[in-house]
């Protein structure tokens, strides 16, 4: 079992940063790959970036390489997404989930837990 919290959401000005945090419970966080997801108002909700448990890899949305970084802490159970250069069209709530098994993935539907999201709002 895996509960998962995120932090750091906030209001921002285009071209500005932020980093959300998630923190992780559980004893199985340290073998699950983790992902960040983010929905925006009337959206569906989208990929982020993924990384794999022990933060040797990771993957990107198109819209976001470059500007967003993924990394995580395993001796303080908690992942990351710091984000750069941010722009209007990043406003959502950003989610962090946990796969407990397997390689990291871009679709949530593989993802076992779910934090309950941070708002991030940036404005032009």
């Known amino acids: 079992q895996v509960q998962l919290v995120e932090s750091g959401g906030g209001l921002v000005q285009a071209g500005g940063s932020l980093r959300l945090s998630c923190a992780a419970s559980g004893r199985t966080f340290i073998s699950s790959a983790m992902g960040w997801f983010r929905q925006a108002p009337g959206k569906e909700r989208e990929f982020v970036g993924t990384?794999?448990?022990?933060?040797?890899?990771?993957y990107y949305a198109d819209s976001v390489k470059g500007r967003f970084t993924i990394s995580r802490d395993n001796a303080k159970n908690t992942v990351y997404l710091q984000m750069n250069s941010l722009k209007p069209e990043d406003t959502a709530v950003y989610f962090c989930?946990?796969?407990?098994?397997?390689?990291?993935?871009?679709?949530?539907?593989?993802?076992?837990?779910w934090g309950q999201g941070t708002q991030v709002t940036v404005s032009s």
């Open positions: 990384i794999n448990w022990n933060g040797a890899n990771t």
């Open positions: 989930a946990a796969k407990e098994y397997g390689l990291p993935s871009r679709e949530g539907y593989e993802y076992n837990y």
